[in-house]
């Protein structure tokens, strides 16, 4: 006997059930991986940007420690280059510079960025220190230029070098 206009069909299938359940599942862990990706990547561009802004903080604003230093050696425990709070001595820059371009053996360039607190549990980076008159020319420089696709970290400050303004720029990178 045939019934026509009375079929009833399925409206839900245990097929469709798993294959939504399966869908929900995948979407889910994707977008967990996608968030821990994420809050990786900005943990290490806010280490990176902390230590930049550290670095070029204790060289700008501090005359390091001892305050007299004239070379690299286990009692100087920080590197400084302000006479007072954020006003730069030339002659510290100048001896700075000796020191990085001395530094070509790797424990030394490791004692000068420990100085430095470029030295990190897990990370170590390199930098560029940069002092720019207010035109933008350059007036020192020392360190290595930032090489390959990684990310580089630039901080900048205002300070005074001979009651003149200046901008100090410290560029940092992982090694």
């Known amino acids: 006997m045939i ?13 469709l059930m798993f294959a939504s359940t399966v869908a929900v599942v995948l979407l ?24 930049a802004d550290m670095a070029l903080s204790q060289l700008v604003l501090t005359p390091g420690s001892p305050s007299d230093w004239k070379e690299l050696n286990e009692d100087m425990h920080s590197i400084g280059l302000a006479d007072s709070r954020g006003v730069l ?29 470029l030295l990190r549990e897990g990370a170590a980076y390199e930098f560029e220190f940069e002092v720019l008159s207010a035109d933008g020319s350059r007036l020192y420089s020392t360190g290595n230029q930032p ?26 990178w992982r090694k």
């Open 3 to 15: 019934m026509n206009g009375t079929r009833k069909g399925q409206v839900i299938s245990y097929d």
């Open 28 to 51: 889910g862990i994707v977008l967990v991986a996608s968030n821990t990706i994420a809050g990786a990547s900005q943990a290490r561009y806010e280490e990176g940007s902390s230590v």
């Open 89 to 117: 001595d030339a002659g510290k820059i100048v001896q700075f510079i000796k020191f990085e371009q001395l530094a070509a053996a790797p424990a030394e360039r490791d004692e000068l960025r420990a100085r430095l607190g």
């Open 147 to 172: 090489a390959g696709e990684g990310s580089v970290f630039v901080s900048r400050r205002v300070a005074r070098l001979d009651g003149e303004p200046v901008f100090a720029v410290m560029k940092v």
